[in-house]
Structures are given as structure tokens and as C-alpha cells.
């Protein structure tokens, strides 16, 4: 896998030739990520859908549309390694299920995230998008997904929990009025602040 001493490009350059859950997925790996050790926010979300495993750039659909939307900020900056880090559960689209895409690949995170983890040095704002992702950054919380982000403010300011920005989530932002409302105010401005920094 990857050396403790390993830099970040290295690191990075043996994350996209992982073929450690191919026999897993539909579509073949993919891995589609973004970082570098500068970045001020951490975007963590959960795996790519096809269409971005299609493209190969993160959030390259109408959930990116969305999600940028409620951050409050251009392609352009979204797109900056050096400003944002988007790094999901996992970095491969896992297939679709029943009900929509299946949960990110498990041999993923424990395999890549810890490491390339250590190279961000500088983040002041983590956000992290979807059920794994709060799993994976806030184990410590119980409770549903919309107890948890609805507790926003009880895990200080550089830590955010969301909900997913997909279409699929329409219904849940029309029964959690105080998401646009109260969150997304206080989510941009957090994010102005750590770009700013």
C-alpha cells in the first residue's frame, strides 16, 4: 500500500492506481479525489455517482451544483486543490443499488484516508457530507442524520455535519425548513472565514 514517509505526491500517485476493491465494482476503479497539503476546508463526502466516475472530477453533477450553492462558492474556487480538499469515503463509484448508489467500498477508507489526512496541515473547516462521513469524522455521535445535523452548533466551528446535496434529498429539505434557513447562512460564512484565512 503506501510507505509511512511517503510524500503527498507519491501518496496521491498510489491512491489513483488502487486496485484494491476492483473485483467490486461494476464499473472498474476510478479513484476521483482532489487535495493538497494547503487546503483550508475538507470536503468529505461519500463515493462518486457515475457521472463523476465518468468525468473523473468530484461533485461534477447537480449534488456539486447544490453543494456549491450552499457553500457559496465558484467552480473556480471549489476546483482549487489549494483551497478545498475533497476527499469521500470512498474513492470509487460502488454501483447502484435499490434505492439509489450503493455505500461507499469499506476497504477504501481504511486503506487511503488516514494518511493522505496527515498531509493537511492547514485545514480550519472539515465538512462532512452524508451518514459515513459524520460515521467517520464524528464516531462519538449517536442519533440519526437529521438529529445530528440539526445539532450543528454543538460541535464547534470547525466541524460541520450535512446532509447529502443530492436531488434525491428534496423531500428532507422540505421538511427541514431550518437547514436553508438557520445552517446554510452560518455554513457560508464559515466557509468565507477559512478561505479568507
Not at 514517509?5 to 467490486?24: F, G, I, K, Q, W
Not at 447537480?62 to 473556480?76: A, K, N, Q, Y
Request: with cysteine; proline share 11%.
Amino acid at each position: 500500500m503506501h510507505r509511512d514517509n511517503e510524500s503527498l505526491s507519491e501518496l496521491t500517485s498510489s491512491v489513483r492506481a488502487c486496485r484494491l476493491c476492483e473485483p467490486h465494482l461494476p464499473e472498474g476503479p476510478n479513484p476521483v479525489f482532489q487535495i493538497s497539503a494547503s487546503a483550508r476546508i475538507l470536503i468529505a463526502g461519500q463515493a462518486p455517482g457515475r457521472r463523476v466516475h465518468e468525468s473523473g472530477i468530484p461533485f461534477d453533477d447537480p449534488s456539486g451544483d447544490r453543494l456549491r450553492d450552499w457553500l457559496g462558492v465558484t467552480r473556480e474556487v471549489f476546483y482549487d486543490p489549494t483551497q478545498i480538499a475533497l476527499l469521500p469515503m470512498g474513492f470509487c463509484y460502488p454501483g447502484t443499488g435499490k434505492s439509489g448508489d450503493l455505500p461507499p467500498r469499506r476497504e477504501c477508507e481504511p486503506a487511503w484516508r488516514p494518511a493522505l489526512l496527515q498531509h493537511l496541515k492547514g485545514l480550519t473547516l472539515t465538512l462532512a457530507i452524508g451518514q459515513y462521513a459524520i460515521k467517520s469524522h464524528m464516531p462519538e455521535v449517536r442519533g440519526t442524520l437529521t438529529d445530528t445535523v440539526r445539532r450543528w452548533r454543538d460541535f464547534g466551528d470547525r466541524l460541520m455535519p450535512l446532509p447529502h446535496p443530492s436531488p434525491r434529498n428534496n423531500i428532507w429539505l422540505k421538511k427541514n425548513p431550518w437547514f436553508e434557513e438557520e445552517l446554510l447562512p452560518e455554513l457560508r460564512q464559515a466557509v468565507s472565514r477559512a478561505l479568507a484565512d
